[in-house]
């Protein structure tokens, strides 16, 4: 089931009710096994475009394929983790019940989550180090802590394709460190992650793949290809005068 290319967008086009384009003729290919990072200030299209490719959001024109196939065809094997903002933390939920929703995509309707199902939803938090506050309301956990809960959910869903919008905003370095570990261990064992991000100073370190986006595609391409001044300066309409070498965090 997996290609060579994971992920094929051709001549997408996405706009609102109020006529504004937010994407136009966006069409790129992506390959498997890869660290894919979405890049481009803020307003570009990055968060639609991963909504788009979820089939969250309609679009006027073009075609999305993952896995050679409409989302509706394949969506179990593909997994969404969202913006901490577009989550309501005050859901009366244990940290373990968010976890454990990551295996509801592998049951039938009225299927209850076996024994099975719980001990992997416990092994993920585990793995991200949350399994000792299982029953806390997931309300009363840090920003970060809050993040590890939903990336553990992505994990005990045992996805192909994960698409994550931005899951390094507002989260403390010994998280980032163990998301980024995490993630690269992921592709280490088949999978493919997209990821939205905006801070270019960890890009080379964090990535395979770019999309340098705004509103239209800049450049798709490995990152070591890519990730130049001249082509970020196309993307982000500033000047890099901190660029040597590779991109380090500049104001934006």
């Excluded at 996805?159 to 690269?184: C, R, S, W």
């Excluded at 800049?218 to 991109?247: M, N, P, W």
Aim: glycine content about 8%.
């Amino acid at each position: 089931m997996i290609e060579k290319n994971i992920i094929s967008i051709k001549d997408l086009t996405v706009g609102y009710t109020n006529h504004k384009v937010v994407l136009e003729a966006v069409s790129f290919d992506l390959p498997s096994h890869k660290i894919i990072g979405i890049i481009g200030p803020n307003g570009a299209g990055k968060s639609t475009l991963l909504k788009a490719a979820m089939g969250l959001i309609p679009y006027q024109k073009g075609e999305i394929k993952l896995f050679g196939e409409p989302i509706s065809r394949v969506r179990k094997c593909i997994s969404y983790v969202p913006q901490k903002e577009s989550v309501d933390w005050d859901f009366p939920a244990s940290v373990f019940d968010i976890a454990l929703l990551g295996r509801y995509n592998r049951l039938g309707f009225f299927q209850r989550p076996s024994k099975k199902d719980k001990v992997i939803a416990m092994q993920c938090l585990e793995e991200l180090g949350m399994a000792h506050l299982a029953k806390r309301q997931i309300g009363e956990l840090s920003g970060g802590q809050q993040q590890r809960v939903f990336l553990a959910r992505a994990l005990a869903q045992d996805a192909a394709l994960y698409f994550m919008d931005e899951p390094f905003t507002g989260i403390d370095v010994t998280t980032e460190k163990i998301v980024i570990g995490l993630l690269k261990n992921m592709v280490a064992a088949g999978k493919t992650i997209v990821v939205v991000h905006h801070d270019l100073g960890s890009v080379h370190g964090y990535f395979d793949w770019l999309v340098l986006l705004n509103h239209r595609l800049i450049a798709s391409g490995d990152t070591k290809e890519v990730f130049t001044a001249d082509l970020l300066e196309k993307t982000y309409g500033s000047t890099f005068s901190c660029f040597r070498g590779h991109a380090t965090k500049c104001p934006l």
